[in-house]
């Protein structure tokens, strides 16, 4: 089993900053791309950002230059550095990891249980 747990999630003011951490644990060979969305409320789960394990990383057009993802591939967590954040901003943060549990797997995605941020105007 793959478990993946976030932190780092909270009330801020807007113009604040917050950095969220995912940390996966389990049966793990491997993960391939990690990456973080968010939901708010009455609205569909979309894209943060994604990062493959060589670094690569993609960002919704919109948080392009306000959030930043990483990765410590040695602890299999992700973060999230998020900036200059604004009210609607405001959503749950859910973490994914695509996870090899054997070599010849090709991977399965893995959630997390998602963390509240909120942004106060």
């Known amino acids: 089993q793959v478990q993946l747990v976030e932190s780092g999630g909270g009330l801020v003011q807007a113009g604040g900053s917050l950095r969220l951490s995912c940390a996966a644990s389990?049966?793990?060979?491997?993960?391939?791309?990690m990456g973080w969305y968010r939901q708010a409320p009455g609205k569909q789960r979309e894209l943060v950002a994604t990062?493959?394990?060589?670094?690569?990383?993609n960002y919704a057009d919109s948080l392009k230059g306000r959030f930043t993802i990483s990765r410590d591939n040695a602890k299999n967590t992700v973060y999230l550095q998020m900036n200059s954040l604004k009210p609607e901003d405001t959503a749950v943060y859910y973490c994914?990891?695509?996870?090899?549990?054997?070599?010849?797997?090709?991977?399965?995605?893995?959630w997390g249980q998602g963390t509240q941020v909120t942004v106060s105007s």
């Open positions: 994914n990891a695509r996870v090899r549990r054997t070599s010849w797997d090709s991977g399965k995605d893995y």
């Open positions: 389990g049966s793990i060979f491997g993960i391939n791309a």
């Open positions: 990062i493959t394990s060589g670094g690569s990383t």
